[in-house]
């Protein structure tokens, strides 16, 4: 639960970056007809973090 506060509190915004950059990297590279995969992967990886650790921060309260 600790875990989850501090990306909470301190990693949110870079997660949120992360997954902006991606997302618009994706629809850059998909408009080239580019291969996708690593931001893929990482934007799917912002986005769990980001949504599981707003779940668990409502859960810890």
Request: proline share 2%; aromatic share 14%; glycine share 4%.
């Given at each position: 639960?600790?875990?989850?506060?501090?990306?909470?509190?301190y990693?949110?915004?870079?997660?949120?970056?992360?997954?902006c950059?991606?997302?618009?990297?994706?629809?850059?590279?998909?408009?080239?007809?580019?291969?996708?995969?690593k931001?893929?992967?990482?934007?799917?990886?912002?986005?769990?973090?980001?949504?599981?650790?707003?779940?668990?921060?409502?859960?810890?309260?």
């Amino acid at each position: 639960m600790i875990i989850f506060a501090f990306i909470i509190v301190y990693f949110m915004p870079i997660l949120g970056i992360i997954f902006c950059l991606n997302l618009v990297s994706i629809l850059t590279k998909i408009e080239k007809d580019e291969k996708t995969t690593k931001n893929t992967f990482w934007l799917t990886l912002s986005f769990v973090l980001i949504i599981w650790s707003i779940a668990m921060g409502t859960i810890m309260k």
